[in-house]
């Protein structure tokens, strides 16, 4: 691989992994489209993605310092009646992300193979990025009302089927944080509450990810982990740019704010799939 070709693909990580776009679908799509099947066919591809999607997190990480601070000082926390009722949504807050967690690890770990050979087949990307945008669409129609409710008002029930409709996100074309905000859209959340919800909750299952799969890349073509590292840090900033403008989005857009995305990903993955046939 390349500097180009990491340089491309770390831009199109950190940006389609916090749209509701599909990163994992992206990725798939690229050697394909670029025709780099050596690239894909590489035994130290997905270690790579998984380091791009590190950078992913390190920048979710930064962008959220101080909620994960919160977080950590509520599990020791205690004070007056006011500070008692902030630390004890704090820490519900901090339980449902363990919570919402626990079906993707756990599918995951069953089916890691299975998903794994999904990564190399393009026309499975393409059309579940159709239909991930027909989700994202139907679920801007069905929410024909503001939301109300901050994460820390979900139930832990509401949690595990966030956490479940994140597992979908293993097939390429599904997007981890489309599945995770249409569930809180769904259960009352606000955009903007969402969204975060479904960033914050992005950081525990990248990060484990990566630790089983990085140790791969020492057994990598020669140059692969200078790559791998120069993508993760360009796919990093892009990220942590992308989380900025995407919060700032959901706060003025509480309407059909989804839609955009829908229509993206339904032209994306019609346009290839028709492209595949073609070509």
């Not at 690239?39 to 790579?48: D, G, V």
């Not at 999607?53 to 006011?82: C, K, M, N, P, Y």
């Not at 139907?138 to 029930?157: C, E, M, P």
């Not at 590292?229 to 900025?244: F, K, P, Q, R």
Request: overall charge positive.
């Amino acid at each position: 691989m390349h500097l180009m070709q990491t340089l491309i693909f770390a831009l199109v990580q950190g940006i389609t992994e916090l749209f509701p776009i599909s990163s994992v679908g992206h990725g798939v799509l690229l050697p394909y489209l670029f025709h780099w099947p050596n690239i894909q066919s590489s035994p130290a591809f997905l270690p790579f993605i998984v380091m791009l999607h590190v950078g992913t997190a390190v920048a979710l990480l930064i962008f959220f310092f101080q909620d994960w601070l919160v977080f950590l000082r509520a599990l020791f926390a205690s004070g007056s009646e006011g500070k008692q009722r902030s630390t004890r949504s704090a820490r519900k807050e901090f339980l449902l992300l363990i919570v919402a967690t626990l079906p993707a690890v756990i599918i995951g770990g069953l089916g890691a193979k299975k998903f794994a050979v999904l990564f190399a087949t393009p026309r499975v990307a393409m059309v579940f990025l159709f239909v991930n945008g027909l989700i994202l669409i139907y679920a801007d129609r069905l929410l024909r009302r503001k939301g109300t409710k901050t994460a820390s008002q979900l139930t832990f029930g509401q949690a595990i089927v966030i956490g479940i409709l994140q597992s979908f996100a293993l097939i390429p074309g599904f997007s981890r944080s489309a599945m995770t905000m249409v569930g809180g859209l769904l259960y009352g959340l606000r955009y903007e509450a969402a969204a975060r919800f479904s960033f914050l909750l992005a950081t525990p299952i990248i990060l484990g990810a990566a630790v089983k799969e990085l140790p791969k890349l020492h057994h990598a073509a020669h140059g692969m982990l200078q790559m791998a590292l120069i993508g993760g840090v360009v796919a990093g900033i892009a990220a942590y740019l992308s989380t900025w403008f995407l919060m700032r989005y959901f706060k003025t857009h509480e309407v059909k704010a989804l839609r955009p995305f829908g229509i993206y990903c339904i032209i994306v993955g019609l346009g290839t799939l028709l492209y595949s046939f073609i070509a």
